[in-house]
């Protein structure tokens, strides 16, 4: 009985041995999905603010480089003017 009874006991023993690792594998690999799904939420929580600023700065870019065009093309008409007043003032 003794017997009986210390070979059930080891293989108890060895049954809980062979479930704890996929159980351990299992909640590891749980945990390893929520930390994931948590770390994405943060990554897009902070993609947003990124994300408008970009916007805003294309805004910036576009008005800035009309303004810039506008400068220029009102420089230059500006400088054919003159250039075209010293020619007659020359004359």
């Known amino acids: 009985m003794r017997e009986e009874l210390s070979r059930l006991s080891v293989r108890n023993k060895s049954l809980n041995n062979e479930l704890t690792e996929p ?3 299992s909640s590891l690999a ?10 994405i939420t943060q990554l897009r929580s902070e993609l947003e603010p990124i994300n408008t600023n970009s916007f805003w700065l294309e ?4 008005s800035s480089s009309s303004d ?3 400068l220029k093309s009102n420089f230059t008409n500006e400088k054919q ?3 075209m007043k010293v020619a007659d003032t020359q004359n």
């Open 23 to 25: 159980l351990t594998q």
């Open 30 to 39: 749980k945990l390893s999905v929520e930390l994931l799904e948590f770390e």
């Open 59 to 62: 805004g910036e870019l576009f």
């Open 68 to 70: 810039i065009s506008e």
């Open 81 to 83: 003017d003159l250039e």
